[in-house]
């Protein structure tokens, strides 16, 4: 790893130089953060569980059309993806209130909202990921009115197919976040596509019997091991075995190496395909 140079280096993740050109290395660390980085903890095994939920939902979305950036699992690890330009908003889909949206507007959590709610923040953390609107982003062109409505019907589709996901194996997809990023082929057309990570870092997912919160805010609120609560999520998936791959900080590695290699089949042989009926944006 010292040998390759790192292109970014963030909270969760750190981004490498590729294995061939148009590409990167997405590494998932298991390092936790909270609160803006306020609250920090390096627990073992989460990356592991991260990249391989990640690699999992990123496969099935694109068997339903949905373009995403991954690749291939390399290692229980790393990921290959796409090297997109990043759009720097976060768009979060909510389906129940939870987490800032209950603090902001005194709504109970758990309550189930009228409709799913889209909410949008400036991805910056300098400046805390502020809460912004669609003329923010379009003003100061983060995206254009195309590629905000393509956003918009993308992230629609992703809530449905994985509440239904989640729903068939007794989760609730309370809320989660998405990002997006460009592509540009040889020719100048733009592809639009799925960046980032589907994982329980930033989806919340609870227990649909028990309400028990099996997601990122077992850390950030001291609610229970947040590796027991991934690998529930991982095993309700059928990505791990009963009982787990992690057991007291330790991490079965022969048994996690050869889980990474499980999606790549499906995602062999994938092309992006242009999604957007507009001109292509110049770089």
Not at 20 to 38: C, H, L, M, R, S
Not at 180 to 202: Q, T, V
Request: net charge negative; proline share 5%; aromatic share 8%.
């Amino acid at each position: 790893m010292a040998r390759r140079r790192a292109l970014y280096d963030g909270k969760a993740k750190t981004i490498y130089e590729g294995l061939e050109p148009g590409t990167v290395i997405q590494y998932f660390k298991d390092d936790a953060t909270a609160f803006n980085a306020q609250k920090h903890a390096v627990i073992s095994g989460k990356g592991v569980l991260n990249n391989r939920i990640s690699a999992h939902l990123m496969t099935r979305l694109e068997m339903v059309g949905i373009p995403t950036h991954f690749l291939r699992s390399i290692n229980m690890r790393e990921q290959l993806v796409r090297q997109l330009e990043i759009i720097p908003v976060e768009v979060v889909v909510r389906n129940v209130a939870a987490g800032s949206l209950s603090k902001r507007l005194g709504i109970k959590e758990g309550a189930p909202l009228p409709m799913p709610i889209i909410e949008y923040y400036y991805k910056n953390d300098a400046l805390g990921d502020p809460m912004i609107s669609e003329s923010h982003i379009v003003s100061f062109d983060w995206a254009d009115p195309y590629e905000l409505e393509e956003i918009v019907s993308l992230s629609w589709r992703v809530n449905d197919f994985l509440s239904g996901l989640f729903t068939g194996i007794g989760l609730r997809l309370i809320d989660f976040k998405l990002e997006f990023g460009r592509l540009w082929d040889d020719d100048g057309n733009l592809y639009l596509m799925l960046a980032d990570e589907i994982s329980p870092d930033n989806c919340r997912l609870w227990d649909a019997t028990t309400d028990e919160k099996l997601d990122k805010d077992r850390f950030r609120h001291d609610l229970g091991d947040l590796i027991e609560g991934y690998q529930t999520i991982a095993e309700k998936m059928g990505l791990i075995p009963k009982g787990g791959i992690i057991q007291g900080g330790n991490i079965d590695e022969q048994l996690a190496a050869s889980l990474a290699e499980i999606e790549n089949e499906m995602a062999q042989g994938r092309r992006p395909r242009s999604i957007l009926k507009m001109p292509p944006r110049k770089h």
